[in-house]
């Protein structure tokens, strides 16, 4: 999906589309001429190329209803770039290292462009990392529920932790802190391209009512 959706509000509805319409869908109201009361705004598109983000965290939704429903299980395809965009990942073979595929992902950067050391060392880390015993499949074999891609790519992130003096995050932190809040972004975005998609709009009440209130309330 290359196209960008955008916002306006009118009729205290906001409003999600492609592209402004040359009237508002709900009253009519030609704009030409005229000037919205507020700018519309693009929302930002919350996937991404995995493989021109490096040093992330990605996830990589299988299809729409399990993006939805993602509670941390194995449900989604997970990973790690090193520094020039190739992911590894952990499948029932052991670790892959993929060159392409990860085009629509979600993204989580792990460092920060300062961190010098980390950065330089990070391809190193992964690999070493990755060919450790535990995930070598004769060793220890693929569980979908303990010994997962997730598990693979958590446990990655904590020994980073490790070596920073940090300390680790369980499952549900990591889950709750860093990943669903995406997942639920990523999830509303691909609902709206399906609405406009569909429909050409889609229309929610406007909260903006609420906001102008408070306002108000904190000003007398
Ligand atoms: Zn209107």
Redesign the pocket.
């Known amino acids: 999906m290359d196209k960008s959706v955008v916002r306006f509000s ?2 205290n ?1 906001d409003i999600f589309c492609f592209f402004v319409p040359e009237e ?6 030609s704009f030409s001429g005229r000037r919205l009361e507020e700018a519309p705004v693009s929302i930002p598109d919350p996937f991404c190329n995995g493989h021109t983000s490096p040093c992330s965290f990605l996830v990589a939704p299988t299809d729409e209803n399990k993006l939805r429903d993602f509670d941390g299980g194995f449900d989604l395809h997970t990973g790690i770039t090193n520094t020039k965009g190739v992911v590894f990942n952990y499948t029932k073979v052991g670790v892959r290292r993929d060159y392409q595929g990860w085009e629509r992902c979600i993204s989580i950067p792990l460092v920060q462009p300062d961190m010098y050391n980390l950065i330089d060392q990070w391809d190193q880390y992964l690999e070493k990392f990755s060919t450790a015993q535990m995930w070598d499949p004769v060793w220890q074999s693929f569980n979908e529920e303990t010994h997962n891609c997730y598990n693979y790519t958590l446990m990655f992130i904590n020994c980073v932790l490790a070596t920073q003096g940090k300390r680790a995050l369980s499952k549900d932190e990591f889950t709750k802190s860093f990943v669903l809040p995406r997942i639920k972004r990523a999830s509303k975005y691909t609902t709206l391209c399906r609405e406009i998609s569909q429909n050409h709009f889609y229309i929610v009440d406007s909260p903006q009512k609420k906001t102008s209130e408070t306002d108000a309330d904190c000003k007398t």
């Open positions: 009118h009729c509805k508002c869908p709900e009253c009519g109201l």
